[in-house]
């Protein structure tokens, strides 16, 4: 099983809206990212858990808020979004004996849209 | 700020065609990756390079990383349609990955 989960799919938001996305990995992968990707651009890289504990956030607003509730599970919770925060946001992983290396596992993405 | 820049941007050729993707930067690099990425998909991994010089074939996917480990070439001999995408490469250095911009494939049947 290689599979990163991402739920859901697809999501609509208004600016005053409350919502989460989810991310799920059963590999044993000890380090979790979530990148944002804009439109015919490469992945910016938001945030990276490692062993359950924010290791980096890259200066990213506070509309984002990360969550690790487990080994296996992230979350981006979102709040007060602007129209400029749509884009594909991507959960990836690293398993512990390639954590050195950068290899990620990328989900398929979560499409954000934000009116 | 490490950046790499891939070349080209784009490429649309025809099937039965040989094609190099580079990947450049002035930073040294640990390792580095390279994925294809369908649209409305995440990222693929390719490969991992490590080592200065090292060579690896993938079917009909050669990569390359450079002698000093701040570039890398991606060669696709003999393209076909399914190598259709976006190929990133990723360098990897301090528990972080920097993304090149990437470049779109097209391989016309």
């Known amino acids: 099983d290689t599979e990163v989960t991402q739920t859901p799919k697809h999501l609509v938001m208004g600016m005053t809206n409350k919502k989460s996305l989810k991310c799920e990995q059963h590999m044993g992968h000890r380090a979790m990212y979530w990148y944002k990707q804009k439109a015919k651009k490469p992945p910016e890289l938001m945030f990276v858990y490692s062993y359950e504990k924010l290791s980096i956030n890259e200066s990213v607003p506070s509309r984002f808020s990360p969550e690790c509730p487990n080994s296996s599970l992230l979350n981006l919770h979102l709040h007060a979004l602007q129209p400029e925060d749509s884009a594909l946001y991507l959960c990836?992983?690293?398993?512990?004996?390639?954590?050195?290396?950068?290899?990620?596992?990328f989900g398929e993405g979560s499409r954000l849209t934000v009116l | 700020t490490q950046l790499l820049e891939q070349s080209p941007q784009f490429l649309s050729i025809q099937e039965g065609e040989n094609l190099t993707v580079y990947c450049n930067s002035s930073s040294v690099f640990s390792s580095l990756q390279w994925y294809r990425q369908e649209p409305g998909e995440g990222p693929v991994l390719l490969v991992t390079?490590?080592?200065?010089?090292e060579v690896k074939k993938l079917k009909r996917l050669t990569f390359q990383f450079g002698d000093a480990r701040k570039d890398s070439s991606l060669h696709i001999t003999a393209a076909q349609p399914g190598d259709t995408g976006l190929y990133l490469c990723a360098g990897f250095d301090a528990g972080k990955s920097t993304f090149g911009d990437g470049t779109t494939l097209t391989v016309k049947p």
């Open positions: 990836a992983s690293s398993p512990p004996h390639r954590a050195n290396t950068g290899e990620l596992f």
């Open positions: 390079v490590v080592t200065g010089g």
